[in-house]
């Protein structure tokens, strides 16, 4: 339980960092929000807002902490959370990116 609350911390220090970080190209009718389900261990952040002729919705990244591993479900960033939760001291054998091929990702949770 203590290394779950410890990746919970790190997860939210490097999501937050990214909800202040607003890029030069952002409409300022979007906004970044960040979505936390502490029971089920789910951390979101998107973009939403109205354009001119829609209304924009997507997910920047979402990382969901499981069986005590950190499972990156979807990232559209870079530096992607990967290599910013390595930064922070989380080892990369617990952070496995579940959007890479099957095979890849069979041999990701094989070695750990």
């Known amino acids: 339980m203590e290394k779950v609350t410890h990746y919970r911390k790190i997860i939210l220090e490097a999501m937050q960092e990214l909800v202040g970080r607003r890029p ?14 502490k029971e089920q261990n789910h951390f979101i952040l ?8 829609f209304f924009k919705y997507e997910v920047i990244a ?3 902490i499981k ?3 950190i499972f ?14 390595e930064d922070r001291g989380i080892p990369e054998k617990d ?3 579940v959007y890479l091929p099957d ?3 069979e041999e990701e949770l094989a070695l750990a």
């Open 72 to 85: 990156i479900l979807e990232e559209t960033i870079d530096p992607g959370m990967f290599m910013r939760l």
């Open 62 to 64: 979402h990382v969901q």
């Open 24 to 37: 030069v190209n952002m409409p300022p009718t979007i906004e970044r929000h960040l979505i936390v389900d």
């Open 46 to 53: 998107i973009n939403a807002g109205r354009l001119p002729n």
């Open 103 to 105: 095979f890849e990702l």
């Open 95 to 97: 952070i496995l990116p």
């Open 67 to 69: 069986n005590g591993k």
